[in-house]
């Protein structure tokens, strides 16, 4: 049994599946405009941050599960495999 990776797969594997999302970027750009408009520089530096770091875990999170979902399809394709 031969498997193709998809395109997704591969930017997943890659760590470029965020940065590939124009509609990640796109809202990640409307945050950014919205926090320009923040007057107190410091409350601004201090969003950003906070928003930064709750983007960072989720991303942690999300590659975590990727690769959960990825090592149980391994063991599935090596059990069909050796039932072969």
């Known amino acids: 049994m031969i ?3 998809t395109k ?5 594997e890659n ?4 940065a590939n999302s124009q509609k990640y970027l796109k809202e990640l750009q409307a945050f950014l405009d919205k926090a ?4 107190n ?3 601004k530096k201090e969003i950003i941050f906070q928003m930064l770091k709750c983007d960072n875990e989720l991303t ?6 990727f690769n959960k979902y990825k ?3 391994e063991k599935s394709l090596k059990k069909m495999m050796n039932n072969l």
């Open 3 to 5: 498997l193709i990776k």
């Open 8 to 12: 997704h797969m591969k930017e997943v």
């Open 71 to 73: 090592r149980e399809i």
């Open 36 to 39: 320009e408009n923040i007057q």
């Open 41 to 43: 520089e410091e409350l």
């Open 15 to 18: 760590g470029e599946w965020k």
């Open 60 to 65: 942690i999170l999300a590659e975590e599960i």
